[in-house]
């Protein structure tokens, strides 16, 4: 095997870290202040060669800008047939066309779809990790194994949710914290209830948090439905729906929803 293929096998054997996406995501904001760095302090040849290659950069960004403003220009039709001459009077009768890449059919259409889907609670305040995380200190050496978190929030855990071995364990859940059930509020019916949880869809916090399994206020997750009777177009009953939590469970005790139908 060559050697530069171990670290894909390694990423198909085991997967990536649960902080992969965020890490990634730290690195791209990154960029500009490390730009901004090298920019400042190159001396000689190397700075010549990166004024270059930014440039270029610079250049390549503006093109693509002036090509996303030229999209909604609305200029004549251009002549399907240029070998059959127009008369000179009948120039200015070409219909304009429009240049939008997307024409107004598929516009509703994709209005209609985030109708749809919209939630009650669009916009959510940020959670840090310092609020969220809290360090866990192990073995004999302090200073140095601090790689350990308590979840500090209500999570959800799965029926068949089984502990890897304490030595392995990065995030630790607490028992006390896990929560099960919602008080779930139909729209439509104005009426309460209380369902079971089968999983956490969306936190809208981080993907870690979403595999992690914490509910925080803005949540997206996925209830039981089956005992309200729910039926879908096809005259099945529904097995499984959407929710949102709509208040912090942390603080109440309990977690509270609003069904998206």
Request: one cysteine or more; proline letters at 6%.
């Amino acid at each position: 095997m060559p050697q530069n293929e171990y670290i894909e096998r390694a990423i198909k054997q085991h997967g990536r870290r649960l902080d992969h996406e965020e890490r990634t995501r730290k690195k791209a904001a990154r960029e500009g202040h490390k730009a901004s760095e090298n920019a400042q302090n190159l001396r000689g040849l190397r700075a010549k060669l990166y004024a270059k290659k930014r440039h270029h950069e610079k250049i390549q960004l503006r093109k693509q800008i002036k090509a996303h403003e030229e999209r909604n220009v609305k200029g004549a039709a251009a002549e399907k047939d240029p070998a059959n001459p127009v008369p000179a009077y009948l120039l200015d009768r070409s219909q304009a066309t429009s240049a939008k890449a997307l024409s107004t059919q598929i516009k509703n259409k994709r209005a209609e779809k985030a109708a749809k889907f919209a939630v009650p609670l669009p916009k959510v305040r940020g959670i840090a990790e310092e609020e969220m995380f809290k360090v866990v200190k192990t073995g004999k050496k302090i200073n140095k194994k601090a790689w350990k978190r308590v979840v500090t929030k209500p999570t959800f855990v799965g029926p068949d949710f089984t502990r890897r071995a304490p030595k392995f364990e990065r995030f630790i859940r607490p028992m006390g914290l896990r929560y099960k059930k919602a008080h779930i509020t139909h729209p439509t019916l104005n009426v309460t209830v209380q369902l079971p949880i089968l999983g956490v869809k969306k936190n809208p916090q981080q993907p870690l948090y979403t595999q992690l399994g914490v509910l925080t206020k803005g949540t997206i997750i996925e209830v039981n439905v089956s005992d309200l009777g729910i039926v879908t177009a096809g005259g099945k009953v529904a097995w499984g729906r959407y929710a949102q939590i709509t208040n912090s469970p942390e603080m109440d005790g309990c977690v509270n929803g609003v069904l998206l139908v």
